[in-house]
């Protein structure tokens, strides 16, 4: 998977962070136009310094069951986020993508607060980062909670990158050795799992750009190439090239992708 284009540290005033200053304007404005919100809002954005304490606030909130964990969470959440900068980075991507990909999304307080599959992804890129510092339990239960909440279950393992849109999110599986390259879009009820019982790399690797459609169920150790369209309700047993469209159980290559980059169209029809 490529590496993850450098990033600075982004806990910084909001004036030096585009994302953040938007989120706290956004939420001013909100908190202005529905003071019911206003709690709520200054809550999870306005009291925090940075981007990172509130988002960190907001996933603990989310995920756990009493008090107790919230606390617990929130601390957990705010170290990694924190003290690995390209997490942020990878975040503020993710946040831009959902705008810029789904009509429904009017700022970035919108997923920030309320939708599921960025919520989601965010729980797993900490779960990942746990996972990789040997923090393997706590990053299984953090699968677990994600799972429990969001109907999202995502193995710590698995690798994403940036720019990744899940839009509504409910149902959607990715295994431990699942590779999610930059800039590719996901709908509901996608699965990126194995074939059976066998070990070792055995989920789907997919690749820059690609756009998958509605409960498509990618199936086995396969690759879907740059910038390729998954047709909605596909199952997918082989490779797809490059540029491919393909539709069908099993899913067959029916045509070439009429976009460079099918992520960012969101044109489902094949």
């Known amino acids: 998977m490529p590496d993850a284009p450098a990033q600075t540290n982004f806990s910084v005033p909001a004036e030096a962070d ?11 404005t909100v908190g202005k136009e529905e003071p019911a919100l206003a709690p709520l809002l200054n809550e999870f954005v306005l009291s925090h310094p940075s981007f990172e304490r509130a988002l960190a606030s907001r996933l603990a909130a989310k995920l756990a069951h009493n008090a107790e964990h919230v606390s617990y969470l929130n601390a ?15 975040i503020r991507r993710d946040l831009l993508a959902v705008i810029a990909r789904d009509p429904a999304c009017d700022s970035v307080l919108t997923p920030f607060l309320w939708f599921k599959g960025f919520l989601a992804l965010t ?8 996972w990789q510092n040997n923090r393997r339990h706590f990053a299984l239960l953090l699968q677990s909670l994600v799972s429990e909440v969001f109907t999202v279950d995502i193995h710590p393992a698995a690798r994403f990158g940036s720019g990744i849109l ?6 959607f599986v990715a295994g431990e050795t699942a590779v999610v390259e930059d800039d590719v879009s996901i709908l509901h009820e996608v699965t990126l799992g194995g074939t059976g019982k ?11 750009g690609v756009l998958i459609g509605a409960g498509a ?15 909605a309700g596909s199952v997918v047993l082989d490779n797809v090239p490059a540029h491919a469209s393909v539709a ?3 899913a067959k290559i029916i045509g070439t992708a009429r976009e460079d980059l099918p992520a960012f169209g969101m044109d489902h029809r094949i």
């Open 198 to 208: 066998e070990r070792g790399d055995r989920h789907p690797k997919v690749r820059r």
């Open 248 to 250: 069908g159980v099993p």
């Open 123 to 130: 729980s797993h890129r900490i779960a990942h980062r746990l």
């Open 18 to 28: 585009p994302v953040w200053e938007s989120l706290v304007n956004s939420a001013r």
């Open 166 to 171: 899940i839009d509504h999110a409910t149902g």
């Open 217 to 231: 169920k990618i199936l086995g150790n396969i690759e879907i190439g740059e910038c390729a369209k998954v047709g």
């Open 76 to 90: 957990v959440f705010t170290e990694v986020l924190e003290n690995t900068p390209e997490i942020g980075g990878q």
